[in-house]
T-cell receptor, first 111, second 111 residues
Framework: DTGVSQDPRHKITKRGQNVTFRCDPI?????LYWYRQTLGQGPEFLTY????????KSRLLSDRFSAERPKGSFSTLEIQRTEQGDSAMYLC?????????FGPGTRLLVL | GQQVMQIPQYQHVQEGEDFTTYCNSS?????IQWYKQRPGGHPVFLIQ?????EVKKQKRLTFQFGEAKKNSSLHITATQTTDVGTYFC???????????FGTGTRLKVLA
């Protein structure tokens, strides 16, 4: 148990619907990352936060993706108007001592 | 943009044989991390290398950072079935806390 939790663990949605995922990091960690991973690939960087500030966002990320970390604790990742290509595992990680601790991920399937 | 490639993509070894995966970056790195992901699991941090030419050991695992800080390797001596999984390098560059993950090497160990 790494201490990072994600909810839900699985999500099935229809194309065009909006979805929101939540990540609860390890409490004392200031940095929080979101990644997307598809089968057979490495985690792809999406964005990261330092406390409540979103410091960097992947240029590959479309405007349909948005992330927040309002109080510097938990974070949410929202995907609007989902597409079948959004189907993937969405991983959250929090960083302490230059080590990233990953959560179990949310597996999204867009039908 | 920055690319991080790993070779080989797959490796099957007999239990007891050695295994090596190589990670190559198109740009000079500030540091490199290594992660292991078991089938169905999430990435788990193994180690971080920072200095040019640095070598670190963890039991049967030996990690090396190239002199030019553009490549790295992970060597496992006398593999065991518990070593099965995908090994990823994650490249860090100056001026950002973002990490770019490599393509991964999937290791299978045959008993």
């Amino acid at each position: 148990d790494t201490g990072v939790s994600q909810d839900p663990r699985h999500k099935i949605t229809k194309r065009g619907q909006n979805v929101t995922f939540r990540c609860d990091p390890i409490s004392e960690h200031n940095r929080l990352y979101w990644y997307r991973q598809t089968l057979g690939q490495g985690p792809e960087f999406l964005t990261y936060f330092q406390n409540e500030a979103q410091l960097e966002k992947s240029r590959l990320l479309s405007d349909r993706f948005s992330a927040e970390r309002p109080k510097g604790s938990f974070s949410t990742l929202e995907i609007q108007r989902t597409e079948q290509g959004d189907s993937a595992m969405y991983l959250c990680a929090s960083e302490g001592g230059k080590t990233q601790y990953f959560g179990p991920g949310t597996r999204l399937l867009v039908l | 943009g920055q690319q991080v490639m790993q070779i080989p993509q797959y490796q099957h070894v007999q239990e007891g044989e050695d295994f090596t995966t190589y990670c190559n970056s198109s740009t000079t790195l500030s540091n490199i991390q290594w992660y292991k992901q078991r089938p169905g699991g999430h990435p788990v941090f193994l180690i971080q290398l920072v200095k040019s030419g640095e070598v670190k050991k963890q039991k049967r695992l030996t990690f090396q950072f190239g002199e030019a800080k553009k490549n790295s390797s992970l060597h496992i001596t006398a593999t065991q079935t518990t070593d099965v999984g995908t090994y990823f390098c994650a490249a860090g560059t100056s001026g950002t806390y973002k990490y770019i993950f490599g393509t991964g090497t999937r290791l299978k160990v045959l008993a």
